[in-house]
């Protein structure tokens, strides 16, 4: 059985949602999928499956406030996670230009600084484009969990 943990960071809640809709429509009798409202050290240590980062972006580009004592004690801990795979989906705004999906630029150098390994490119959703992310997230996290699950085979 693969089991996913859902690290979520979510300012208004579209994270939070898009995670949920990830959990429900993909979870089945060989894939459990945990969401992680309030991440904490423990989430990643504790298990051992794939690590899926679904974060929304604050107007600064740092990550989330639910999702911040997460990341700060993986900075501050750096439990290694040798080849232990990984994804990220990050929600932002465009027109906020250079800050744009810039919680998941740090999430993903975080995990690799603990060398986990990355599974596909980031998926970044633009909120001046899309209106619903979940609609377009979930394609992209079944395509990561396929692969998640090709590799460990």
């Keep these: 059985m693969t089991d996913v943990q859902i690290l979520v960071g979510s300012v208004y809640g579209g994270a939070l949602m898009t995670a949920?809709?990830?959990?429900?429509?993909?979870?089945?009798?060989?894939?459990?999928?945990?969401?992680?409202?309030?991440?904490?050290?423990?989430?990643?240590?504790?298990?051992?499956?794939?690590?899926?980062?679904c974060t929304s972006t604050t107007g600064q580009g740092e990550v989330p406030d639910n999702l911040l004592p997460f990341y700060v004690e993986l900075r501050d801990t750096l439990p290694m996670q040798d080849g232990r795979p990984f994804g990220?989906?990050?929600?932002g705004d465009s027109s906020y230009g250079d800050t744009f999906c810039g919680a998941g630029d740090q999430m993903e150098?975080?995990?690799?600084?603990?060398?986990?390994?990355?599974?596909?490119?980031?998926l970044r959703i633009d909120a001046?484009?899309?209106?619903?992310p979940e609609a377009e997230a979930l394609p992209w996290a079944k395509d990561w969990l396929e692969q998640v699950v090709t590799e460990a085979s």
Excluded: F, N
Aim: aromatic fraction near 0%; charge should be negative; avoid cysteine.
């Design 20 to 53: 949920r809709k990830i959990r429900d429509e993909l979870s089945s009798d060989q894939t459990r999928i945990t969401v992680h409202e309030k991440p904490t050290l423990a989430s990643l240590t504790g298990t051992t499956g794939p690590i899926l980062v």
């Design 88 to 91: 990220i989906i990050v929600l």
């Design 109 to 122: 150098e975080a995990l690799l600084e603990v060398a986990a390994r990355k599974v596909s490119d980031t």
């Design 128 to 132: 001046m484009e899309t209106m619903e």
